[in-house]
């Protein structure tokens, strides 16, 4: 048998942004504000994996039924955006799913606005009818792309954030508060372990 403790090791002691339940509370208005703003015919949900997956599924209880399609967009090494954005749009979401419709894109973080824009020409490319943005997270010092992003959860400064969803190469999806990532503090509490 395993010992499963040896899985609970407490996190780095990271600096809290926001906590689970606000997130939770947040996302809810969204889910308002979006059916809000869309028309009767149900929407094309479209979750960008897999960081917006925890905001996507909050989200996605506004509009019961309505399934989630994925789309994978690369464009990061560590905390550094490396320019170029590689879209792939995963089953189902061709443009049988997308053509005629308005899809909302459900993204956990907007940084430099490239990922969006990318996926908007592709949508719009694919025959949506409009493309809406819901991000948990905005990042608005840090554009290099003019995007709308018509839903945003939080405006935040320049500041690598992890958690609910968001990780730094693969690490730290799993934490439930959204956490400011610091080497230093990742270096102290692994040192204090050993
Ligand atoms: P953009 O194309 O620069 O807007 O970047 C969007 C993507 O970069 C997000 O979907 C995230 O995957 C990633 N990203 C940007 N900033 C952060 C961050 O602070 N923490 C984790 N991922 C981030």
Redesign the pocket.
């Known amino acids: 048998m395993t010992d499963a403790s040896s899985d609970l090791v407490a996190p780095p002691p990271f600096r809290r942004l926001f906590a689970n339940q606000d997130i939770v509370r947040r996302a809810a208005e969204l889910g308002r504000d979006l059916r809000a703003a869309l028309g009767e015919a149900p929407p094309c949900l479209v979750q960008?994996i897999e960081?917006?997956r925890p905001f996507a599924r909050l989200i996605q209880r506004a509009f019961p039924g309505q399934v989630l399609h994925d789309v994978r967009?690369k464009?990061?090494q560590g905390?550094q955006?490396v320019g170029e954005?590689r879209v792939d749009l995963l089953g189902g979401l061709d443009a049988a799913a997308v053509a005629g419709r308005e899809v909302v894109v459900l993204?956990?973080?907007?940084?430099?606005?490239?990922?969006?824009?990318?996926l908007r020409r592709e949508l719009l490319g694919l025959g949506a009818t409009r493309v809406r943005v819901a991000a948990l997270?905005s990042?608005p010092s840090?554009r290099?792309?003019e995007?709308e992003v018509e839903h945003v959860g939080f405006e935040i400064p320049d500041?690598?954030?992890?958690g609910f969803g968001?990780?730094?190469d693969e690490r730290y999806r799993d934490l439930p508060d959204v956490v400011v990532?610091d080497a230093d503090v990742e270096r102290g509490a692994a040192a204090s372990e050993a």
Do not use: H, N, P
Not at 110 to 115: A, E, F, P
């Open positions: 960008v960081g917006a967009a464009s990061y905390t955006s954005v993204e956990d973080i907007v940084d430099t606005g490239r990922t969006v824009a990318a997270l990042k840090r290099v792309v995007v500041e690598f954030v992890i968001m990780d730094l990532y």
